[in-house]
């Protein structure tokens, strides 16, 4: 696959990224794609291995490994070096639903595990999956494929993220009736109002649901179920019912002062921003040139005094703590710190994370980089946390009582936690707090509602197997069932149960 001799002849190149002081004056996607022929020489690098790890997508040891979706990466990097675009994409859609939302958001585990990578840089296969879904949809090798047999059986899907999405995909074009259900006011779930528009922008999301309605899938939007619609009517109403609805119970932080005023969840911040930036008419749906440039708002604008000026604190080092820090700097933020928990990672693997597992090592995202550009430094402060807000005279957060932690390891249950550091604590001015410390699982109405059983973690209970929960004909997938995770494994949640439900519906799949 790819040129016998590509990765000693070729160096990786990604996407030219906008400079960080250019970039943070607009909320649009910043990256310039590679040329074809330097595309091709990417393609070039994969170096006939033998054994792919980049495609395996199990477990070595605890760590997951390679591709979820076991996309076939050899195959379509070769196409990519020899030119063959559309053979490509018809390779890569034979187990990809959404190329185009994970070569903008997904960590590629695919190169976290790729040979080249062990002892040079990986191949770029996010950077080729996206010029190859892109370069598709440009010319028009992505079609709606509505079924030409309908079986008569009915699915509700509750929930629009990628989980669902791709459940309702593959279950549609199966055949069967597929309803899905968001309680929102537009369709994605967190890939809308999770995600900020400068890792993708959402007329992305608009193009791919516009060829499922036209494949005949059906979304109801505004319907909380659970609440504006009762489970027992949709058992009635359908055959199979499958709770796609996240993770969406985000974790608190429990100290005292919390009840202060502009202490926000990471996710509630993130969606209000966005929802303010598309409240203009968007461009023709799936029509790149004309798409909104969503600028920077005026310093006029409430959504801009709400940040600007402020020191923002972020509680949270992973990517959603990353997007509100290139989001709090987009919107003016005086200054940003952002707390991690845990040690800074080391540059280099250690000995305890050997490839191919995923790399635990250290990673400067887009928002850190532009919080450095702006504010003249890495805003992340490593092995520190809250342990106290305190409240203005009116009470809104006017500070933040930080604490230093350290390692220690419990020596009845051999586990490490992070303590306190006693005589660490410091006060630092803070004006807005953003929580950015991941999700519990998925939210207790909707479990109650069904009456489905939940794990430990109060994710709702279903193997990985056939999908099931403890109630009839319900079935769960992506984090409402896994809990928080990646967009890569909600869509390959979403296939798997697809096929469980077919399964369970025609006593066989061909899924």
């Given at each position: 696959m790819?040129?016998?001799?590509?990765?000693?002849?070729?160096?990786?190149?990604?996407?030219t990224?906008?400079?960080?002081?250019?970039?943070?004056?607009?909320?649009?996607?910043?990256?310039?794609?590679?040329?074809?022929?330097?595309?091709?020489?990417?393609?070039?690098?994969?170096?006939?291995?033998?054994?792919?790890?980049?495609?395996?997508g199990g477990f070595?040891?605890?760590m997951?490994?390679?591709?979820?979706?076991?996309?076939?990466?050899?195959e379509?990097?070769?196409?990519?070096?020899?030119?063959?675009?559309?053979?490509?994409?018809?390779?890569?859609?034979?187990?990809?639903?959404?190329?185009?939302?994970?070569?903008?958001?997904?960590?590629?585990?695919?190169?976290?595990?790729?040979t080249?990578?062990?002892?040079?840089?990986?191949?770029?296969?996010?950077?080729?999956?996206?010029?190859?879904?892109?370069?598709?949809?440009?010319?028009?090798w992505?079609?709606?494929?509505?079924p030409?047999?309908?079986?008569g059986?009915?699915?509700?899907?509750v929930?629009?993220g990628?989980?669902?999405?791709?459940?309702?995909m593959?279950?549609n074009?199966?055949?069967?009736s597929?309803?899905?259900?968001e309680?929102?006011?537009?369709?994605?779930?967190?890939?809308?109002?999770?995600?900020p528009?400068?890792?993708?922008?959402?007329?992305?999301?608009?193009?791919?649901?516009a060829?499922?309605?036209?494949e005949?899938?059906?979304?109801?939007?505004?319907?909380?179920?659970?609440?504006?619609?009762?489970?027992?009517?949709?058992?009635k109403?359908?055959d199979?019912?499958?709770?796609?609805?996240?993770?969406?119970?985000?974790?608190?932080?429990?100290?005292?002062?919390?009840?202060?005023?502009?202490?926000?969840?990471?996710?509630?911040?993130?969606?209000?921003?966005?929802?303010?930036?598309?409240?203009?008419?968007?461009?023709?749906?799936?029509?790149?040139?004309?798409?909104k440039?969503?600028?920077v708002?005026?310093?006029?604008?409430?959504?801009?005094?709400?940040?600007?000026?402020?020191n923002?604190?972020?509680?949270?080092?992973?990517d959603?703590?990353?997007?509100?820090?290139?989001?709090?700097v987009r919107l003016?933020?005086?200054?940003?710190?952002?707390?991690?928990?845990?040690?800074?990672p080391?540059?280099?693997?250690?000995?305890?994370n050997?490839?191919?597992?995923?790399?635990?090592?250290?990673?400067?995202?887009?928002?850190?980089?532009?919080?450095?550009?702006?504010?003249?430094k890495?805003p992340?402060?490593?092995?520190?946390?809250?342990?106290?807000?305190?409240?203005?005279?009116?009470g809104?957060?006017?500070?933040?009582?930080?604490?230093?932690?350290?390692?220690?390891?419990?020596?009845?249950?051999?586990?490490?936690?992070?303590?306190?550091?006693?005589?660490?604590?410091?006060?630092?001015?803070v004006?807005?707090?953003?929580?950015?410390?991941g999700?519990?699982?998925?939210?207790k109405?909707?479990?109650?509602?069904?009456?489905?059983?939940?794990?430990?973690?109060?994710?709702?209970?279903?193997?990985?197997v056939?999908?099931?929960?403890?109630?009839d004909?319900v079935?769960?997938?992506?984090?409402?069932?896994?809990?928080?995770?990646?967009?890569?494994w909600?869509?390959h949640?979403?296939?798997?149960?697809?096929?469980?439900?077919d399964?369970?519906l025609?006593?066989?799949?061909?899924?």
């Amino acid at each position: 696959m790819g040129k016998s001799t590509g990765f000693l002849e070729y160096e990786r190149k990604d996407a030219t990224s906008e400079a960080p002081l250019t970039r943070i004056k607009h909320f649009n996607e910043f990256k310039t794609p590679l040329s074809t022929q330097e595309q091709s020489r990417q393609g070039a690098r994969c170096m006939e291995c033998g054994v792919p790890f980049c495609q395996f997508g199990g477990f070595v040891g605890s760590m997951t490994s390679g591709c979820p979706l076991h996309n076939l990466v050899p195959e379509t990097n070769d196409l990519v070096y020899t030119g063959n675009w559309e053979q490509a994409y018809r390779r890569l859609a034979k187990t990809h639903c959404f190329p185009e939302f994970t070569g903008r958001v997904c960590p590629a585990l695919c190169e976290a595990a790729c040979t080249c990578g062990l002892h040079d840089a990986p191949v770029a296969t996010k950077e080729n999956e996206k010029s190859i879904i892109e370069r598709a949809f440009a010319s028009g090798w992505v079609e709606a494929c509505p079924p030409k047999i309908r079986t008569g059986k009915k699915v509700a899907v509750v929930g629009s993220g990628p989980s669902g999405l791709a459940a309702a995909m593959m279950l549609n074009r199966r055949g069967h009736s597929v309803t899905v259900f968001e309680r929102s006011d537009k369709i994605g779930g967190l890939l809308r109002y999770g995600i900020p528009n400068m890792k993708l922008e959402k007329w992305v999301i608009d193009r791919r649901v516009a060829l499922m309605e036209e494949e005949g899938v059906e979304f109801k939007i505004g319907v909380d179920v659970g609440k504006d619609i009762k489970a027992t009517q949709l058992l009635k109403d359908y055959d199979r019912v499958i709770l796609a609805c996240g993770a969406s119970n985000p974790r608190d932080i429990s100290v005292p002062g919390r009840d202060a005023k502009n202490i926000y969840f990471a996710v509630d911040f993130l969606g209000a921003v966005t929802k303010a930036l598309t409240e203009a008419k968007p461009g023709s749906v799936g029509d790149e040139d004309s798409r909104k440039t969503y600028m920077v708002p005026d310093k006029k604008d409430s959504l801009c005094n709400f940040v600007k000026g402020k020191n923002v604190l972020v509680i949270g080092g992973g990517d959603t703590g990353n997007d509100c820090v290139g989001t709090s700097v987009r919107l003016g933020a005086k200054s940003v710190v952002q707390l991690e928990m845990m040690p800074m990672p080391p540059k280099e693997r250690a000995a305890s994370n050997p490839w191919p597992e995923w790399p635990k090592v250290l990673k400067t995202d887009y928002g850190q980089e532009e919080a450095a550009a702006v504010y003249g430094k890495d805003p992340r402060v490593y092995q520190t946390t809250v342990s106290e807000f305190i409240k203005d005279e009116k009470g809104n957060v006017c500070k933040a009582k930080i604490v230093s932690l350290t390692p220690q390891k419990d020596e009845k249950t051999g586990r490490t936690a992070m303590v306190p550091v006693e005589g660490s604590e410091k006060l630092m001015d803070v004006q807005l707090v953003l929580i950015a410390a991941g999700f519990l699982g998925a939210q207790k109405y909707v479990a109650d509602a069904f009456k489905t059983a939940t794990d430990g973690r109060s994710n709702i209970a279903a193997n990985d197997v056939d999908y099931k929960t403890s109630t009839d004909r319900v079935f769960a997938a992506g984090d409402a069932r896994r809990g928080q995770s990646l967009v890569v494994w909600a869509i390959h949640e979403g296939r798997e149960a697809a096929r469980a439900v077919d399964e369970s519906l025609m006593g066989y799949t061909n899924l």
